[in-house]
């Protein structure tokens, strides 16, 4: 599976930003996707997952009620709509996916980053 993160940019505080993860090389609509993010000098942290074809979501405290993750009906892209961003929304968002779930970064497969600068 290839995994191609995209809709990256900078925006200001309070703005929007949509972003997708789309696979190639097989399907993995029964995978669970998630996306996680790494700023400079900081370790690689959880920010939200998917299992399945639209099942259960999972999302970091500090994006519950911002962040919203969704798939495609063909079950391919994978997409994090990011709401109210913050400065500390800040970083490099990458998207993962693997066979089951985890808050870690443990998963098989990984995208190659798409960076988020939100400024004050």
């Known amino acids: 599976v290839q995994l191609q993160a995209s809709g990256g940019g900078l925006v200001q505080t309070g703005d929007t930003l949509r972003l997708s993860c789309a696979a190639s090389?097989?399907?993995?609509?029964?995978?669970?996707v998630g996306w996680f993010r790494q700023a400079p000098g900081k370790e690689r942290e959880f920010v939200a997952a998917i299992v399945g074809r639209g099942g259960f979501t999972y999302y970091a405290d500090s994006v519950k009620g911002r962040f919203t993750i969704s798939r495609d009906n063909a079950g391919n892209t994978v997409y994090l709509q990011m709401n109210s961003l913050k400065p500390e929304d800040t970083a490099k968002y990458y998207c993962?996916?693997?066979?089951?779930?985890?808050?870690?970064?443990?998963?098989?497969?990984w995208g190659q980053g798409t960076q988020v600068t939100v400024s004050s």
């Open positions: 993962a996916a693997g066979r089951s779930f985890s808050w870690n970064p443990s998963y098989d497969y």
């Open positions: 090389g097989r399907t993995f609509v029964r995978n669970v």
